[in-house]
């Protein structure tokens, strides 16, 4: 059946319609702010990498990440710092690492994993280091975690 | 004490209902009709059905002192049931009210209130159906609670008082409504939730942080406290002096229903197809453990039907290469003979659990819950038989 009849969106006149902001709390920072955060997180991240202090460096880089519409760089900018210490990461260091976060940051990062494994290619993405951090976060953290990143509106 | 398990069904249970003294249940089997199956021995055959919805029945509930039945459909509708006798045969059958419910969506949920003289619709119409009975016309009429309800409401519990309704809808969020009318109720006591409520005040409005649809609501035996599940995989229960939420985070799949057994202990299943039981107090709540423990030595007859009899068989070096080759790149189940063991789930139930309903009370709250689930199985489960 053709439905393509219409030539206006009615929907954008509807004025009950459930709007997607109405689903999460909105992040109080605003962008401009959200992308400095980013950047000083950035610097912090390096100087704990240097220290090899992976742990240190996801907590960082993951907590408070930007989410919703309108910080788009911000995002970008965490996602490439987030990615350099997944890969600089021992896969044998890669369990201690993950059972010393929070369930926050665990979910939060499975939020970054399935973000990467939609990008292939994208700057030093490289599958089968997601994919392993995915098998041993998942160990750790059970499917309700990946349950979390499903559901939970606010996209990283 | 063992779990009591009855196979209903090959369909899904979609609700199910225990009459007041247990040995009769309604249930809807996924479809259009409920039954009443009524214990014989061990087992629960059914002896009516009650046929009057064109659609799928979405809810069941089964009042124990008015021993009045109402089921709520997708077709919009809801019928009361009672049970009269029939003018020709004599017999006691049931007989369906229509209830105007005024809705434009299906409705997804049903209960009664504790006094029995009202009951709430969850709809998908974002709207809930209080119906209280009008003696003078002899219907149920109905008012909707409406604001701010954003989405379909997919559950609905009473509190003790009579006034006072839980809702969890696909908005994310959990609310307290009074769904308080004139001229059926009297003028409630104040409660930790408010006073002075006049119809559809919001009490309260609580969202678990990762959001997700409230899947189920529970006051518990007092009403001082709610709980909620939603699809993040979380439970949360509510304190409304703070108010104090404590939100349980799971590594397993969401759950879809729970019940209070006390006020300190929650026995809720879901996706996992195994009933879970949290407890804690205002001061933090914690997972103690499960109602089905997955390492017990089952009985013979649930798991390795057939195997027995044949393993002289199986023994000669033929069939062992046959039986190999099957099986080369599976993990080994620990030594079982039987090539069926990984097709079946460890849990009793073998699909989802879509309800968990009281059954059997004692001295100190609920001694018994009842489960049934997408496998067409009803399991009655000893609330205090925790594994952790």
Request: with cysteine; proline share 5%.
């Amino acid at each position: 059946m053709d439905n393509a009849f219409r030539k206006i969106d009615i929907d954008q006149y509807d004025e009950d319609v459930l709007q997607e902001s109405e689903l999460y709390e909105a992040d109080p920072r605003g962008p401009a702010e959200v992308l400095e955060e980013s950047k000083q997180r950035q610097a912090a991240v390096r100087s704990s990498l240097a220290k090899n202090d992976i742990a240190g460096a996801l907590t960082i880089i993951l907590d408070n990440a930007p989410y919703g519409p309108n910080v788009d760089d911000a995002k970008v900018i965490t996602l490439q710092t987030l990615l350099t210490i997944l890969n600089t990461t021992k896969s044998t260091e890669i369990t201690g690492v993950i059972k010393s976060l929070s369930m926050d940051t665990q979910d939060t990062l499975m939020k970054y994993l399935y973000k990467g494994m939609a990008m292939p290619g994208w700057g030093d993405i490289s599958g089968s280091v997601l994919l392993g951090w995915h098998e041993k976060l998942t160990e750790v953290a059970g499917v309700g975690c990946i349950v979390r990143t499903m559901t939970d509106r606010r996209t990283v | 004490m063992a779990p009591e398990v009855h196979s209903l069904a090959q369909t899904p249970i979609t609700s199910h209902a225990f009459s007041a003294d247990r040995s009769q249940l309604a249930v809807s089997l996924n479809s259009n009709d409920a039954q009443i199956f009524s214990r014989q021995g061990s087992d629960w055959v059914c002896t009516e059905t009650l046929s009057e919805h064109d659609k799928l029945i979405t809810a069941i509930d089964w009042a124990p002192n008015t021993n009045r039945i109402v089921t709520s459909s997708q077709d919009r509708n809801a019928y009361v049931w009672q049970e009269q006798p029939d003018p020709e045969t004599g017999k006691l059958v049931w007989k369906p009210t229509l209830v105007l419910l005024r809705i434009n969506r299906a409705a997804t949920d049903v209960r009664w209130s504790p006094k029995e003289d009202k009951f709430a619709v969850a709809s998908g119409a974002r709207a809930i159906a209080i119906c209280s009975f009008d003696p003078e016309n002899n219907w149920w009429v109905s008012k909707l609670l409406k604001k701010p309800i954003r989405s379909t409401v997919l559950s609905v519990d009473w509190h003790p008082n009579n006034v006072l309704l839980a809702a969890g809808s696909a908005d994310m969020k959990a609310r307290v409504f009074s769904a308080y009318i004139k001229e059926v109720d009297e003028r409630p006591a104040p409660t930790v939730w408010g006073s002075k409520l006049p119809f559809n005040t919001v009490c309260g409005e609580y969202t678990s942080p990762a959001g997700g649809w409230v899947h189920t609501v529970g006051f518990s035996p007092s009403g001082d406290v709610l709980a909620f599940a939603s699809h993040d995989s979380s439970i949360s229960i509510v304190y409304p002096g703070g108010p104090v939420v404590h939100n349980i985070r799971m590594p397993s799949l969401p759950l879809v229903s729970l019940a209070w057994t006390s006020e300190g202990t929650i026995i809720a299943a879901g996706h996992d197809c195994r009933p879970l039981v949290f407890s804690g107090s205002e001061a933090g709540w914690q997972k103690a453990g499960t109602l089905d423990d997955v390492n017990a030595p089952k009985s013979p007859e649930a798991r390795s039907f057939g195997s027995n009899a044949s393993v002289g068989r199986l023994k000669t070096s033929a069939f062992a290469t046959f039986r190999d080759a099957d099986s080369r790149g599976q993990s080994s189940v620990g030594g079982s003979a039987s090539p069926t063991a990984d097709t079946k789930l460890l849990t009793i139930h073998q699909n989802t659990i879509t309800s968990v309903r009281p059954y059997e009370y004692d001295a100190n709250g609920v001694a018994k819950v009842s489960t049934s689930g997408v496998d067409g199985m009803l399991v009655i489960w000893d609330v205090n038989a925790v594994t952790a």
